[in-house]
């Protein structure tokens, strides 16, 4: 979710696209979700509504469309530098470090600061049972080791997920991954026996199991399982992409897949972790297809709308929260509204002051990754330079001792 296209080897504008979508997927169903009543509470609903609560209702499917592009972009440049026998614990983690805080130290700041502006200026009196926002909760992690849990982005898979800003719970996930990923890479490409490499794995598994200790999230059917096993769909599939073997016909199979996927969702032709397999799957096909990915879909638009999706993510809910409690203030329905103009009125205002707000953050966040990345980096030289390093350190104290 959190890496951006242009740091793989090319440039894939349609990956730039996908990730930007599946974004304004999730800011889109959860402003949906804390404005409008359920669809099927809707009478009568015309084309028009059925069209809506249709394109609003898969931000969690787009999640899962995260999780795929995330293995795809780290985990495929990260088993290309552990076969090549490259890759650098050291300067991998900084990396994903940099990428990972750079975003959710100001989401964490942001959310706090929304609770507080409302605690100040918008609370009504017993109203906290409807809105989360509406509520005089503030930043309460549960406990000096759960606070630890959040602060070191691991909410969702070893701890609670935090109530205020609960789309954070998939950096838990992700921040995992990026911690587990090397050590189970390094094992598929040990040159080891089969059944050697395949307990190893499994032991390693076992452990990333054992210490996802936190509730499922969200909408969740499957647990943290399913995450794992998404992310290394995106890497299989980027191996797949370097050896050229899906053509055009196969990657829009794949496509085609994640529609079906999210249409038999909507239609309960299949449950959610049938359908959430499904939109994997098609994504990692789709991803795999060196013609499809290298296609120049508006590279200017995707890149510039992708380069701050991170940061639309990470900090989309407390404002959706902000924009409601304001609203309700001004005197609109303190309870979900059937749609109507107002309520349409509403959700747009809302889309857009989260999408302009991430974009405002983004530049002094986001955009700034490279930079704080290769400030990070400066200090962490190359392990080939440390190596020469080392050996001349060496050699001078073989020179000493002569």
Known sequence: MTEKAG????????????????????????????????????EQPGFFLKLFYFVTGFQHQ??????????????????????????????????????????????????EAVFLF?????????????????????????????????????????????????????LGYEWALYLFAPAIIQLIVWKASAGLRLIAIALVCAIAATVCG???????????????????????????????????PAGLLGAALIIAGMTMLRFKAASGLETDTIIAAGAAIAMACRPLVEFPLAPRLSGWAAGFSYTLYAIHLPL?????????NIGFQRDKIPPSPLAFMEFGV????????????SLVSERKTGQVRAAMLRMCPPRMDREESDRGKGRSSTSIRR
């Open 7 to 42: 740091q793989a080897p090319n440039h894939w504008p349609p990956l730039d696209f996908l990730r930007a979508t599946a974004a304004f997927l999730v800011l889109s169903g959860h402003t949906r979700d804390y404005i409008f009543v359920k669809g099927d509470m809707v």
């Open 320 to 328: 959706i929260f902000l924009m409601v409690a304001i609203f309700q």
């Open 214 to 248: 936190g509730p499922a999230p969200p909408d969740d059917p499957s647990g943290g399982v399913f995450w794992f096993i998404a992310w290394f769909l995106g890497v299989g599939s980027y191996r797949v992409l370097r050896a050229g073997l899906v053509p055009l």
């Open 350 to 361: 809302t889309i857009a002051i989260c999408l302009l707000a991430a974009f405002l953050v």
């Open 118 to 170: 409302n605690s100040i200026l918008l609370i009504h009196p017993g109203a906290g049972h409807i809105w989360p926002l509406i509520s005089e909760q503030q930043m309460d992690f549960g406990g000096g080791s759960q606070a630890i849990c959040h602060l070191a982005g691991l909410q969702g898979f070893s701890c609670a997920v935090w109530g205020q800003n609960p789309a954070l719970w998939s």
């Open 62 to 111: 787009a999640v899962v469309i995260f999780f795929v592009l995330s293995g795809f972009l780290i985990g495929g440049s990260l088993a290309d530098s552990l076969q090549r026998r490259n890759f650098d614990l050291g300067r991998y983690l900084i990396a994903r470090f940099a990428r990972i805080y750079i975003v959710y130290i100001p989401a964490l700041v942001i959310t």
